[in-house]
């Protein structure tokens, strides 16, 4: 039996209701207002204002000033409360740049609408891979962050971009271990950013599998469903 989850969604459309659908049986939130989503998720877009993370607009970024100032206003009120939240592609940068990072305001090779590969590095098994679509021309950088207050997931496995400017439109020095982040976990407010697309239809079954899985265990879905439902017949 699917775990039911309530999903708030401010911008969006089918596809992203369609890929949770295929773990979870998705009830779709049009307000905070009423009852408290299992989770929130923010989806693709322009691209975030670089002022949220202390520079200025760059050559190639384009952004929705209104769009962030309702996201980020949704952000703090659903980390208040402790709901789990997903963000996909500017969704993904979003939670990074709400959660202390900032993001690389121009890269190459990425934003190519095919697939790439990502890799993740697991206990006893190697290294995991799978082709997620690529259509992003910036890039989060949680690294300027604790060690503890995040995780990557899943990275790259090649290095795409042969550039990653800045504000002033030139390369930044990047981290001595920098790797590409495609999957990011930020512990402090439970958010989880997929930078890539599994919802959409090109995207290999497997890999939405994968990613569906880093939803469910990463967010504690499960738990957390059955933590609301024995509130609401206490309450």
């Known amino acids: ?10 911008f969006g459309g089918k596809d992203y209701i369609s890929f949770l659908e295929k773990r979870f049986n998705v009830e779709v939130l049009t307000t905070l207002r009423k009852r408290t989503p299992h989770l929130v998720l923010f989806t693709g877009g322009a691209d ?92 989060m950088y949680p690294f300027i962050l604790k060690d503890i207050d995040y995780s990557i997931i899943a990275h790259s496995t090649t290095f795409l971009s042969n550039i990653y400017l800045n504000e002033n439109n030139e390369n930044l020095s990047v981290i001595k271990n920098f790797l590409e982040p495609e999957i990011v976990y930020f512990r402090r407010t439970r958010s989880l950013s997929i930078q890539g697309h599994p919802e959409l239809k090109h995207c290999p079954n497997n890999t939405k599998e994968y990613c569906l899985d880093q939803i469910e265990n990463y967010l504690n879905l499960k738990v957390f469903n059955k933590e609301n439902t024995k509130k609401s017949k206490n309450g």
């Open 48 to 139: 975030v204002h670089p002022s949220y993370y202390n520079e200025k607009v760059g050559d190639f970024t384009i952004t929705d000033k209104d769009r962030d100032n309702k996201e980020f206003e949704i952000f703090e009120h659903c980390s208040a409360l402790g709901i789990p939240m997903l963000g996909i592609c500017r969704g993904a940068q979003l939670l990074c740049v709400a959660n202390r990072g900032k993001l690389v305001q121009h890269v190459t090779g990425h934003a190519i609408g095919g697939l790439h590969e990502i890799s993740e590095e697991r206990e006893g098994e190697g290294m995991i891979t799978h082709n997620i679509t690529s259509t992003h021309h910036q890039m």
């Open 1 to 10: 039996m699917k775990v039911k989850l309530l999903l708030y969604m401010p």
